[in-house]
Antibody, heavy 116, light 108 residues
Framework: EVQLLESGGGLVQPGGSLRLSCAAS????????MNWVRQAPGKGLEWVST????????YYADSVKGRFTISRDSSKNTLYLQLNSLRAEDSAVYYC?????????WGQGTLVTVSP | SYELTQPPSVSVAPGETARISCGGS??????VHWYQQKPGQAPVLVIY???DRPSGIPERFSGSNSGNTATLTIIRVEAGDEADYYC???????????FGRGTKLTVL
């Protein structure tokens, strides 16, 4: 059974940093590109970042480029998102999602709140 | 950047047919994926590559895509279909994924 389990969310001050993790199981992690998608309270889905199956290619939404870094550790079957220079508008539930035909599996999300 | 336009809300009576549109410039030339999200839950892929259904998704869900509009169609709508629905495409020029703003389906 495919499972994606996010962790690392929490309350952080503006300008602060956080690292999110997504532990993957039930599939061959190195065969799939992975993504982060976020959803601010009461708002729609916003794609944040993609990392290729090999980890060599990464892509970012303009809203986070230069502040967030996606990475993966195949030895741990884990996806990461490093969030730096956080702003209030980064407050959201962050989901990791496996990419095959569209985003076919999603985790349950981890909440990030940026507030003084 | 590429934009997708969805109606904020669609309402249908149980047993009727719901159609949710997703507009974009020449969207017919792109592959469209659709997601269902119920309150407090993660999104679920319900249609991929315009019209294919993942295993476990009822045949009542179908999709089409042509010209400047993609459409998610749900026939014989049930109370359990009430959710937010999002369309998604890949803007290949920058490898950026784009979501529509979502449509809230209300079952009357």
């Amino acid at each position: 059974e495919v499972q994606l389990l996010e962790s690392g969310g929490g309350l952080v001050q503006p300008g602060g940093s956080l690292r999110l993790s997504c532990a993957a199981s039930g599939f061959t992690f190195t065969n799939y590109a992975m993504n982060w998608v976020r959803q601010a309270p009461g708002k729609g889905l916003e794609w944040v970042s993609t990392i290729s199956y090999s980890g060599y290619s990464t892509y970012y939404a303009d809203s986070v480029k230069g502040r967030f870094t996606i990475s993966r550790d195949s030895s741990k079957n884990t996806l990461y998102l490093q969030l730096n220079s956080l702003r209030a508008e980064d407050s959201a539930v962050y989901y990791c999602a496996r990419e095959e035909v569209g985003f076919d599996y999603w985790g349950q999300g981890t909440l990030v709140t940026v507030s003084p | 950047s590429y934009e997708l336009t969805q109606p904020p809300s669609v309402s249908v009576a149980p047993g009727e047919t719901a159609r949710i549109s997703c507009g974009g410039s020449n969207i017919g030339g792109k592959s469209v994926h659709w997601y269902q999200q119920k309150p407090g839950q993660a999104p679920v892929l319900v249609i991929y590559y315009d019209s294919d259904r993942p295993s476990g998704i009822p045949e009542r869900f179908s999709g089409s895509n042509s010209g400047n509009t993609a459409t998610l169609t749900i026939i014989r709508v049930e109370a359990g279909d009430e959710a937010d629905y999002y369309c998604q495409v890949l803007d290949r020029s920058d490898h950026l994924w784009v979501f529509g703003r979502g449509t809230k389906l209300t079952v009357l």
